[in-house]
């Protein structure tokens, strides 16, 4: 359940709850729509753009049919069924008989790290504007859609920037400008663009649980001359742009204030519900996430997880030495793992690690894998206690 209440100002009613909403356009966070060309010349310079691209990223193309005769629905749909799935082989393909809803449009691309969208049809929150002497007047008619237009690509057949579109944009000078014949350059912009786009990388440190089995709270252990969810905290540091402390609501006075805290609101469901607690605070920012019962985690392990960080999967993970499955709670989480992870909970499903096991992840093997070691019960936690004193009296 979520425990977290949003309050209005007295006196002022509102009907929806004070949330952080991700920067999402019409299908995903970057998102293009090339407009001022004919379909072919459009679809021809997303194919390469694609071609390239995929390469890295997973990329998607949004646009509409062409065909001008009245097509009957395929298949079942065309006898009352609402949806139709087929297992092309080499590709899935899904029929809806109505109409995808804005909210189910951005949930069919979650998974899209780049999305390039037929502007002729379809408009989308970033746009490249074709020059085309032939689809002049048609461009014309489409102003009030480039509301934010990052890259110009004149035709061969043109010379200038069309006066109304000089008009229109007063920055249009201070705008990369290509032939759009020039591949290289364009494919360098959106590459340029893909890694600006970049989630910043927040840490989280797991220490709200009850730790019922070791009887006291593994975050107050004292490892390394502080308490471990504060040392912790601290070697996050260097590899996040913030670090938090996720901890139960009864928790956070109790957490020094130096440290910022990130409160369950998704309570009941331990890690799970912290991770998302997080992501309901920051969804368009990545989570390093590291739990506070691995006394021998080091910055070589740390560093290795992000060097190889992977942002077009929903998460980068090591592989678990005992088992071969992903550790998630040393695991960097990108923000699309945000619906995947809703929409598992809305499953019934609440645990981390069976997120991992069935999505597209990176999965690595540790360069160490005793880092990864936890700790749960006053057994393990003696046993970790010789290791570390061997070390210190190694070095």
Not at 303 to 321: D, F, G, M, P, W
Not at 376 to 390: A, S, Y
Request: negative net charge; contains cysteine; proline residues 5%.
């Amino acid at each position: 359940m979520i425990s977290k209440e949003h309050n209005p100002p007295a006196g002022r009613h509102e009907k929806h709850a004070g949330l952080a909403k991700p920067a999402l356009g019409n299908f995903g966070r970057n998102e293009w729509a090339i407009v001022g060309a004919p379909c072919t010349n459009i679809k021809l310079l997303a194919d390469a753009v694609i071609s390239t691209l995929s390469l890295t990223y997973k990329c998607a193309y949004t646009d509409t049919s062409h065909n001008d005769e009245v097509i009957l629905p395929p298949g079942r749909i065309a006898n009352g069924a609402v949806l139709e799935y087929t297992d092309q082989l080499n590709y899935q393909q899904f029929n809806y008989s109505s109409l995808l809803k804005p909210v189910k449009l951005k949930q069919q691309f979650a998974d899209a790290d780049l999305v390039l969208v037929n502007g002729n049809h379809h408009q989308a929150k970033a746009q490249v504007v074709i020059i085309y002497e032939s689809k002049k007047a048609s461009l014309q008619k489409r102003l009030e859609q480039l509301t934010n237009v990052e890259l110009i690509l004149l035709d061969e057949r043109v010379d200038d920037v069309f006066d109304f579109i000089k008009e229109a944009l007063p920055n249009w000078q201070t705008l990369p400008i290509y032939r759009l014949s020039d591949i290289e350059r364009i494919i360098s912009f959106f590459v340029s663009k893909m890694q600006q786009a970049k989630p910043v990388l927040n840490g989280l440190v797991l220490a709200g649980g009850k730790s019922v089995r070791m009887g006291h709270d593994k975050g107050l252990v004292n490892w390394h001359g502080k308490e471990q969810r504060y040392y912790v905290a601290d070697l996050l540091k260097s590899y996040c742009n913030e670090v938090f402390i996720s901890c139960r609501a009864e928790q956070q006075h109790e957490v020094d204030s130096t440290y910022k805290t990130i409160e369950d609101t998704f309570t009941g469901l331990g890690p799970f519900g912290a991770i998302l607690s997080a992501f309901r605070e920051n969804p368009d920012q990545a989570l390093l996430v590291v739990a506070c019962d691995l006394p021998l985690l080091d910055a070589a392990t740390l560093q290795y997880l992000v060097t190889n960080r992977n942002v077009s999967s929903i998460a980068t993970a090591y592989k678990a030495e005992f088992d071969g499955f992903p550790e998630p709670l040393i695991t960097i989480w990108e923000p699309k793992s945000y619906p995947v992870l809703l929409a598992f909970l809305a499953q019934g499903y609440s645990c981390p690690r069976k997120v991992l096991i069935n999505s597209e992840i990176t999965l690595l093997k540790s360069p160490d894998s005793n880092a990864l070691t936890n700790v749960n019960t006053p057994e393990e936690l003696e046993t970790i206690k010789r290791v570390l004193h061997q070390k210190i009296a190694a070095t």
